[in-house]
């Protein structure tokens, strides 16, 4: 039912800029606070960036807060994520996620950060 697919994933340069995206399906979209994490290998799972429903409020990582915009289309079911002046700390696979009773992920889209 719930289904999250993230895209956009790449090979950067430092300093280069990305935009993923999420297409959502099997829920309100609209009504949903969506959400993008980011791992690293051998490191836990971190919050980057997070937007409301309606108002579109957003929160982000300190680590990313200035860089990072998170985005939503509600015609379009898709939250996005644009990623500038990317650094290679940046380098994880980001997961789109949304909580209705339970977390649900996307499979995750590779970002690397080469300097």
């Known amino acids: 039912q719930v289904q999250l697919v993230e895209s956009g994933g790449g090979l950067v340069q430092l300093g280069g800029s990305l935009k993923l995206s999420c297409a959502a399906s099997?829920?309100?979209?609209?009504?949903?606070?969506m959400s993008w994490y980011r791992q690293a290998p051998g490191k836990e799972r971190e919050l980057v960036a997070t937007?409301?429903?309606?108002?579109?409020?957003?929160n982000y990582a300190d680590s990313v807060k200035g860089r990072f915009t998170i985005s939503r289309d509600n015609a379009k079911n898709t939250v996005y994520l644009q990623m500038n002046s990317l650094k290679p700390e940046d380098t994880a696979v980001y997961y789109c996620?949304?909580?209705?009773?339970?977390?649900?992920w996307g499979q995750g889209t590779q970002v690397t950060v080469s300097s």
């Open positions: 996620s949304v909580v209705l009773f339970t977390r649900y």
């Open positions: 937007i409301t429903s309606i108002g579109s409020s957003t």
């Open positions: 099997g829920f309100t979209f609209s009504t949903y606070t």
